[in-house]
Protein backbone atom coordinates (compact mmCIF):
# COMPACT_ATOMS: atom_id res chain seq x y z
CA UNK A 1 0.00 0.00 0.00
CA UNK A 2 1.54 3.30 -0.65
CA UNK A 3 2.67 6.19 0.70
CA UNK A 4 1.82 6.59 4.27
CA UNK A 5 1.30 2.99 5.81
CA UNK A 6 4.68 3.13 7.11
CA UNK A 7 4.12 6.75 8.06
CA UNK A 8 0.48 5.82 9.92
CA UNK A 9 2.14 3.25 12.37
CA UNK A 10 4.38 6.00 14.29
CA UNK A 11 5.98 9.30 14.79
CA UNK A 12 9.19 8.51 13.01
CA UNK A 13 6.84 7.18 10.05
CA UNK A 14 5.43 10.71 10.45
CA UNK A 15 8.48 12.11 10.29
CA UNK A 16 9.73 10.66 7.50
CA UNK A 17 6.30 11.39 5.07
CA UNK A 18 6.79 14.95 6.24
CA UNK A 19 10.03 15.28 4.27
CA UNK A 20 10.15 18.20 1.90
CA UNK A 21 12.62 20.69 0.01
CA UNK A 22 12.64 24.37 0.39
CA UNK A 23 10.74 26.24 -2.34
CA UNK A 24 9.18 29.17 -3.54
CA UNK A 25 5.98 30.74 -3.11
CA UNK A 26 3.45 29.66 -5.67
CA UNK A 27 0.29 31.91 -5.69
CA UNK A 28 -1.77 29.71 -7.92
CA UNK A 29 -1.05 26.27 -6.60
CA UNK A 30 -4.15 25.58 -6.00
CA UNK A 31 -4.69 24.96 -9.94
CA UNK A 32 -2.01 22.26 -10.03
CA UNK A 33 -3.72 19.91 -7.40
CA UNK A 34 -4.80 16.27 -9.12
CA UNK A 35 -8.12 16.56 -10.25
CA UNK A 36 -8.20 12.42 -11.14
CA UNK A 37 -11.28 10.53 -9.25
CA UNK A 38 -10.18 7.49 -7.57
CA UNK A 39 -8.13 4.70 -10.04
CA UNK A 40 -9.89 1.61 -10.59
CA UNK A 41 -6.65 -0.26 -10.08
CA UNK A 42 -7.42 -3.51 -8.05
CA UNK A 43 -8.34 -2.42 -4.00
CA UNK A 44 -5.66 -3.56 -1.23
CA UNK A 45 -6.35 -6.97 0.20
CA UNK A 46 -6.86 -6.89 4.00
CA UNK A 47 -3.68 -7.68 5.29
CA UNK A 48 -1.06 -7.14 8.13
CA UNK A 49 2.88 -6.17 7.92
CA UNK A 50 5.86 -4.74 9.96
CA UNK A 51 8.19 -2.07 9.67
CA UNK A 52 11.46 -0.66 11.24
CA UNK A 53 12.25 2.90 11.11
CA UNK A 54 15.67 4.06 11.89
CA UNK A 55 19.11 6.19 10.38
CA UNK A 56 22.38 5.01 9.22
CA UNK A 57 21.01 1.68 9.17
CA UNK A 58 20.37 1.94 13.30
CA UNK A 59 16.83 0.69 13.93
CA UNK A 60 14.97 3.14 16.39
CA UNK A 61 11.62 2.08 16.27
CA UNK A 62 9.40 -0.92 15.04
CA UNK A 63 5.77 -0.60 13.30
CA UNK A 64 2.50 -2.32 12.94
CA UNK A 65 -0.42 -1.96 10.99
CA UNK A 66 -3.81 -4.28 9.68
CA UNK A 67 -5.34 -2.60 6.66
CA UNK A 68 -8.91 -4.12 7.11
CA UNK A 69 -12.07 -3.73 5.30
CA UNK A 70 -14.79 -3.75 8.32
CA UNK A 71 -18.19 -2.41 6.33
CA UNK A 72 -18.64 -2.18 3.03
CA UNK A 73 -18.32 1.66 2.35
CA UNK A 74 -14.97 1.56 4.95
CA UNK A 75 -11.70 1.04 4.90
CA UNK A 76 -9.40 1.00 7.90
CA UNK A 77 -5.94 0.95 9.08
CA UNK A 78 -4.85 0.47 12.71
CA UNK A 79 -1.24 1.17 13.35
CA UNK A 80 1.07 0.74 16.65
CA UNK A 81 4.66 1.84 16.82
CA UNK A 82 7.43 1.75 19.91
CA UNK A 83 10.84 3.05 20.04
CA UNK A 84 13.58 0.62 20.87
CA UNK A 85 16.76 -0.60 22.20
CA UNK A 86 18.99 2.62 23.39
CA UNK A 87 17.14 4.92 21.48
CA UNK A 88 14.03 4.33 23.79
CA UNK A 89 15.82 4.82 26.92
CA UNK A 90 17.04 8.22 25.47
CA UNK A 91 13.38 9.31 23.86
CA UNK A 92 10.35 6.84 25.02
CA UNK A 93 7.43 7.04 22.48
CA UNK A 94 4.74 4.62 22.32
CA UNK A 95 2.44 5.55 19.01
CA UNK A 96 -1.25 4.28 18.40
CA UNK A 97 -3.47 5.20 15.28
CA UNK A 98 -6.81 4.43 13.25
CA UNK A 99 -7.69 5.68 10.23
CA UNK A 100 -10.48 5.25 8.36
CA UNK A 101 -11.49 5.88 4.66
CA UNK A 102 -14.78 5.83 2.39
CA UNK A 103 -14.20 2.47 0.18
CA UNK A 104 -15.77 4.23 -2.64
CA UNK A 105 -14.10 7.69 -3.07
CA UNK A 106 -10.94 7.13 -0.48
CA UNK A 107 -11.88 9.82 0.49
CA UNK A 108 -11.00 10.09 4.50
CA UNK A 109 -13.52 9.84 7.46
CA UNK A 110 -11.46 10.46 10.49
CA UNK A 111 -8.31 9.56 11.56
CA UNK A 112 -6.90 9.48 16.04
CA UNK A 113 -3.77 9.41 16.83
CA UNK A 114 -2.29 8.67 20.57
CA UNK A 115 1.41 9.38 21.30
CA UNK A 116 2.63 8.53 25.05
CA UNK A 117 5.87 9.99 26.05
CA UNK A 118 8.17 9.23 29.11
CA UNK A 119 6.05 12.62 30.53
CA UNK A 120 3.27 13.56 28.27
CA UNK A 121 0.04 12.20 26.64
CA UNK A 122 -1.17 13.95 22.70
CA UNK A 123 -4.41 12.91 21.42
CA UNK A 124 -4.89 14.31 18.28
CA UNK A 125 -8.17 13.48 16.89
CA UNK A 126 -9.01 14.69 12.81
CA UNK A 127 -12.63 14.57 11.74
CA UNK A 128 -12.79 15.64 7.92
CA UNK A 129 -15.65 16.33 5.30
CA UNK A 130 -15.87 17.74 2.14
CA UNK A 131 -15.07 21.44 2.97
CA UNK A 132 -11.68 21.03 5.55
CA UNK A 133 -11.11 19.26 8.70
CA UNK A 134 -11.91 19.50 12.08
CA UNK A 135 -8.98 18.98 14.62
CA UNK A 136 -9.30 18.13 18.35
CA UNK A 137 -5.84 18.07 20.14
CA UNK A 138 -5.33 17.07 23.80
CA UNK A 139 -2.31 17.16 25.97
CA UNK A 140 -1.92 15.55 29.30
CA UNK A 141 -4.36 13.11 31.30
CA UNK A 142 -6.49 13.60 34.38
CA UNK A 143 -7.14 17.46 35.82
CA UNK A 144 -3.83 18.82 33.82
CA UNK A 145 -5.59 18.03 30.13
CA UNK A 146 -5.64 20.60 27.88
CA UNK A 147 -7.76 20.43 24.98
CA UNK A 148 -7.36 22.72 21.91
CA UNK A 149 -9.91 22.80 18.76
CA UNK A 150 -8.94 24.08 15.06
CA UNK A 151 -11.12 24.08 11.76
CA UNK A 152 -8.89 23.95 8.57
CA UNK A 153 -11.25 24.80 5.85
CA UNK A 154 -9.86 23.47 2.49
CA UNK A 155 -12.00 20.82 -0.15
CA UNK A 156 -10.75 17.62 -0.37
CA UNK A 157 -8.01 17.61 2.03
CA UNK A 158 -6.55 13.80 2.22
CA UNK A 159 -4.73 12.21 5.30
CA UNK A 160 -2.30 10.40 5.17
CA UNK A 161 -4.05 6.60 4.96
CA UNK A 162 -6.55 8.28 2.41
CA UNK A 163 -3.89 9.70 0.42
CA UNK A 164 -1.76 6.26 0.64
CA UNK A 165 -5.12 4.52 -1.18
CA UNK A 166 -5.59 7.28 -3.87
CA UNK A 167 -1.72 7.43 -5.01
CA UNK A 168 -1.75 3.53 -4.82
CA UNK A 169 -5.15 3.56 -7.12
CA UNK A 170 -3.76 5.56 -9.77
CA UNK A 171 -2.07 4.06 -13.03
CA UNK A 172 1.74 5.44 -11.58
CA UNK A 173 3.38 5.44 -15.20
CA UNK A 174 6.75 6.59 -15.19
CA UNK A 175 6.64 10.48 -15.58
CA UNK A 176 3.59 11.15 -13.89
CA UNK A 177 2.97 13.85 -11.11
CA UNK A 178 0.30 13.97 -8.50
CA UNK A 179 -0.48 16.86 -6.13
CA UNK A 180 -2.45 16.15 -3.23
CA UNK A 181 -3.08 18.37 -0.18
CA UNK A 182 -2.46 16.10 2.90
CA UNK A 183 -3.35 17.24 6.18
CA UNK A 184 -1.19 14.59 8.52
CA UNK A 185 -2.14 15.71 12.28
CA UNK A 186 -1.40 19.27 12.89
CA UNK A 187 -0.69 21.09 9.92
CA UNK A 188 -1.50 20.84 6.09
CA UNK A 189 0.78 20.08 3.21
CA UNK A 190 0.93 20.32 -0.50
CA UNK A 191 2.59 16.85 -1.57
CA UNK A 192 3.85 16.69 -5.16
CA UNK A 193 4.60 12.82 -5.66
CA UNK A 194 6.12 11.51 -9.13
CA UNK A 195 7.13 8.64 -10.38
CA UNK A 196 10.56 8.41 -11.76
CA UNK A 197 11.18 4.89 -12.94
CA UNK A 198 11.47 1.31 -12.04
CA UNK A 199 13.61 -0.71 -9.88
CA UNK A 200 14.30 -3.53 -7.98
CA UNK A 201 14.98 -3.58 -4.51
CA UNK A 202 15.74 -6.03 -1.40
CA UNK A 203 14.33 -5.62 1.78
CA UNK A 204 14.00 -7.49 4.98
CA UNK A 205 10.92 -8.99 3.60
CA UNK A 206 12.31 -10.37 -0.03
CA UNK A 207 13.25 -8.76 -2.94
CA UNK A 208 10.66 -7.08 -5.10
CA UNK A 209 10.40 -5.16 -8.15
CA UNK A 210 9.09 -1.59 -7.51
CA UNK A 211 7.85 1.72 -8.56
CA UNK A 212 10.54 4.69 -7.36
CA UNK A 213 9.00 7.94 -6.33
CA UNK A 214 10.10 11.18 -5.41
CA UNK A 215 8.44 12.97 -2.51
CA UNK A 216 8.50 16.69 -1.96
CA UNK A 217 6.11 18.73 0.28
CA UNK A 218 5.37 22.39 1.43
CA UNK A 219 3.76 23.72 4.43
CA UNK A 220 -0.23 25.40 3.86
CA UNK A 221 -0.06 28.31 5.72
CA UNK A 222 -3.22 29.78 7.33
CA UNK A 223 -3.62 32.12 4.48
CA UNK A 224 -3.49 29.12 2.08
CA UNK A 225 0.30 30.70 1.50
CA UNK A 226 3.01 27.51 0.80
CA UNK A 227 5.63 27.93 2.85
CA UNK A 228 9.23 26.07 3.05
CA UNK A 229 10.28 23.56 5.91
CA UNK A 230 13.58 24.37 6.73
CA UNK A 231 14.19 20.66 8.37
CA UNK A 232 13.21 18.49 5.79
CA UNK A 233 14.38 18.26 1.82
CA UNK A 234 13.03 15.32 0.14
CA UNK A 235 12.25 11.59 0.09
CA UNK A 236 12.31 8.32 -2.16
CA UNK A 237 9.34 5.80 -1.57
CA UNK A 238 9.62 2.80 -3.24
CA UNK A 239 6.28 0.56 -3.77
CA UNK A 240 6.09 -3.15 -5.03
CA UNK A 241 5.30 -3.29 -8.70
CA UNK A 242 2.22 -5.70 -8.21
CA UNK A 243 -1.30 -6.25 -7.57
CA UNK A 244 -1.08 -4.77 -4.23
CA UNK A 245 1.71 -2.08 -4.32
CA UNK A 246 2.89 -2.27 -0.78
CA UNK A 247 5.50 0.60 0.58
CA UNK A 248 8.69 -1.52 0.39
CA UNK A 249 11.36 1.45 1.68
CA UNK A 250 11.18 5.18 2.18
CA UNK A 251 14.30 6.66 2.09
CA UNK A 252 14.10 10.61 3.34
CA UNK A 253 17.05 13.43 3.26
CA UNK A 254 16.31 15.54 6.73
CA UNK A 255 18.51 18.22 9.23
CA UNK A 256 20.24 14.82 10.80
CA UNK A 257 20.78 12.83 8.12
CA UNK A 258 18.94 10.14 6.22
CA UNK A 259 16.02 8.78 7.89
CA UNK A 260 14.40 4.77 6.96
CA UNK A 261 11.48 3.31 6.91
CA UNK A 262 11.12 -0.60 5.58
CA UNK A 263 9.25 -3.33 5.09
CA UNK A 264 10.02 -6.43 7.32
CA UNK A 265 7.16 -8.80 7.09
CA UNK A 266 3.40 -9.38 6.12
CA UNK A 267 0.31 -11.66 5.37
CA UNK A 268 -2.91 -11.33 4.00
CA UNK A 269 -5.33 -12.23 6.74
CA UNK A 270 -6.99 -14.25 4.07
CA UNK A 271 -3.79 -15.98 1.95
CA UNK A 272 -6.30 -17.84 -0.13
CA UNK A 273 -8.42 -14.74 -1.38
Not at 189 to 218: F, W
Not at 226 to 255: C, G, M, N, Y
Amino acid sequence: MFFRTALLTTKCAIVILLACSTGSFAADWEATLSKEPAGNFPELRPLRASYRFGWSGLTAATGEIHFSRPSNDKFQLDGTGRTIGFVRALWKLDVNQRAIANSQTLAPIETQQTESYRSKKLVTRLTFTDGGVTRVRTEGEGAATKTTTRDFKFPHLFDLHSAALYLRSQPLKEGSVYRLAVYPATNAYLATIKVTGRDKISVRAGTYNAIKLDLRLKRIGKNLQLEPHKKFRRATIWVSDDAERLILRIEAQIFVGTVFAELQSMHFDNPKE
